[in-house]
């Protein structure tokens, strides 16, 4: 079955340091997206990247997908700690709807 | 209005109690969704409604009972639960589309079961 394998499981960085995640899977997708929630909160969609798709931008967020290694990455420029959050790549199952979350990447940026 | 909400915020249960949640959204949205999360986890799919119609339901116990009454209102009713489900419960809402649903999710219900 479907599911999402993320690493590192969690990241600490300085204010102004760049955060990379990756997010890999087992099965062909038609697409990907990541997700940040900050503690206790619901859940905030950042991207989501069609599987004809390589990168895509949004702000200091950019994405990554190669279909070819199953395998996406979520990556934060300059961050703040503001950006403190847990961040989740959400994958589409068969059936429709249904959307299977990976474990998770709690990043922690320090001021 | 972006915005789905949820109430109770919390929400503190006896294992012999019935108490629901509510979800409501106005974005036009004609699929919405259940969650349940516990700590340090990722959210786990319980729900989906479609079109106003249970279109998934991932086995959940019976104790847990979704209801859709309309397009923006999503409840779910919940009756002799166990202390094992004290976890946060979260709403999503999103377009009917299977492939691409962008999920629209709520601030969550904080469920302890005593």
């Known amino acids: 079955s479907q599911q999402g394998e993320e690493d590192p499981q969690a990241l600490s960085i300085q204010e102004g340091e760049n955060a990379t995640m990756n997010c890999s899977y087992k099965?062909?997708?038609?697409?990907l997206q990541w997700y940040r929630q900050n503690s206790g909160r619901g859940l905030v969609h950042l991207i989501l990247?069609?599987?004809?798709?390589r990168e895509k931008h949004s702000g200091r967020l950019r994405v990554t997908l190669d279909t070819s290694k199953k395998s996406s990455s979520l990556l934060i420029t300059a961050s703040r700690a503001a950006d403190t959050a847990s961040y989740f790549c959400?994958?589409?199952?068969?059936?429709?709807?249904?959307?299977?979350f990976g474990a998770g990447t709690r990043l922690f940026v320090k001021a | 209005d972006t915005e789905v909400t949820q109430t109770p915020k919390h929400l503190v249960m006896g294992m012999t109690n019935k108490k629901s949640l509510k979800c409501e959204q106005h974005?036009?949205?004609?699929?919405m969704y259940w969650y349940k999360q516990k700590a340090k986890k990722p959210p786990e799919l319980m729900f989906v409604?479609?079109?106003?119609?249970?279109?998934i339901n991932e086995s959940v116990p019976s104790r847990f009972s979704p209801e859709c009454p309309n397009s923006s209102l999503l409840n779910l009713h919940l009756h002799a639960l166990q202390p094992e489900d004290s976890a946060l419960y979260l709403c999503?809402?999103?377009?009917?589309?299977?492939?691409?649903?962008?999920?629209?999710f709520g601030p969550g219900t904080r469920l302890t079961v005593l």
């Open positions: 099965t062909s997708i038609n697409n």
């Open positions: 974005m036009g949205h004609r699929a």
């Open positions: 990247i069609r599987s004809n798709e």
């Open positions: 409604y479609s079109y106003e119609k249970l279109s």
């Open positions: 959400a994958l589409p199952s068969t059936g429709g709807f249904k959307t299977i």
């Open positions: 999503a809402s999103s377009t009917p589309s299977p492939l691409y649903n962008e999920q629209f």
